[in-house]
Antibody, heavy 123, light 110 residues
Framework: QVQLVESGGGVVQPGRSLRLSCAAS????????MHWVRQAPGKGVEWVAL????????YYADSLKGRFTISRDNSKNTLYLQMNSLRGEDTAVYYC????????????????WGQGTLVTVSS | QSVLTQPPSASGTPGQRVTISCSGS????????VNWYQHLPGTAPKLLIY???QRPSGVPDRFSGSRSGTSASLAISGLQSEDEADYYC???????????FGGGTQLTVL
């Protein structure tokens, strides 16, 4: 079955960097666009970034202003999120999510999610 | 402030039918498919409805979705205690080049 497992979260000081990983299994990873979505404490769900199935297209939420970089390694079935210049407002649970349909970039239908990894930005 | 607008809360008694609204614009709901998620604290969100009104396998037919213009609705009939959760609508936004979510609706089963 489809499985997504995030890792790399933790406590980090403001201004520092962190890289999250999402290990995928149970499906043809290279055929699916992947997303990062986050939820800050007490807040709603917020989209962060997406990368197309072949890695050629990347889109980001405007609020991130170039601080985050999404990437993938299809040979390792792994999705990444490099987060730089972290701020307190980046504190959240970060989820990786798979779109519902293979070989499609546009859409907001995520049929599989990881359990999330908590990132806490604090001095 | 979320791009899609949902009521912050909703409630109903067991067996009742409740609806949750989601309001957007021509760049998101008006031109792209609407999806709904159920989110229980401490768990991953679950896709409940996709493409306005389609249910993934395993989702009970008590859950239904609809879209009209730039608004959408999620209906839950035969409300059960296990339906108590947060519900989010989502759609692709052509102007922002990415998905947008509603602020979430906390459903309470009285």
């Amino acid at each position: 079955q489809v499985q997504l497992v995030e890792s790399g979260g933790g406590v980090v000081q403001p201004g520092r960097s962190l890289r999250l990983s999402c290990a995928a299994s149970g499906f043809s990873f290279s055929s699916y666009t992947m997303h990062w979505v986050r939820q800050a404490p007490g807040k709603g769900v917020e989209w962060v970034a997406l990368i197309s199935y072949d890695g050629s297209n990347k889109y980001y939420a405007d609020s991130l202003k170039g601080r985050f970089t999404i990437s993938r390694d299809n040979s390792k079935n792994t999705l990444y999120l490099q987060m730089n210049s972290l701020r307190g407002e980046d504190t959240a649970v970060y989820y990786c999510a798979r779109v519902h349909i293979a070989m499609v970039i546009v859409g907001a239908n995520f049929d599989s999610w990881g359990q999330g990894t908590l990132v806490t930005v604090s001095s | 402030q979320s791009v899609l607008t949902q009521p912050p809360s909703a409630s109903g008694t067991p067996g009742q039918r409740v609806t949750i609204s989601c309001s957007g614009s021509s760049s998101n709901i008006g031109s792209n498919t609407v999806n709904w998620y159920q989110h229980l604290p401490g768990t991953a969100p679950k896709l409940l409805i996709y493409s306005h009104n389609q249910r993934p396998s395993g989702v009970p037919d008590r859950f239904s979705g609809s879209r009209s213009g730039t608004s959408a609705s999620l209906a839950i009939s035969g409300l059960q205690s296990e339906d108590e959760a947060d519900y989010y609508c989502a759609a692709w936004d052509d102007s922002l080049n990415g998905p947008v979510f509603g602020g979430g609706t906390q459903l309470t089963v009285l």
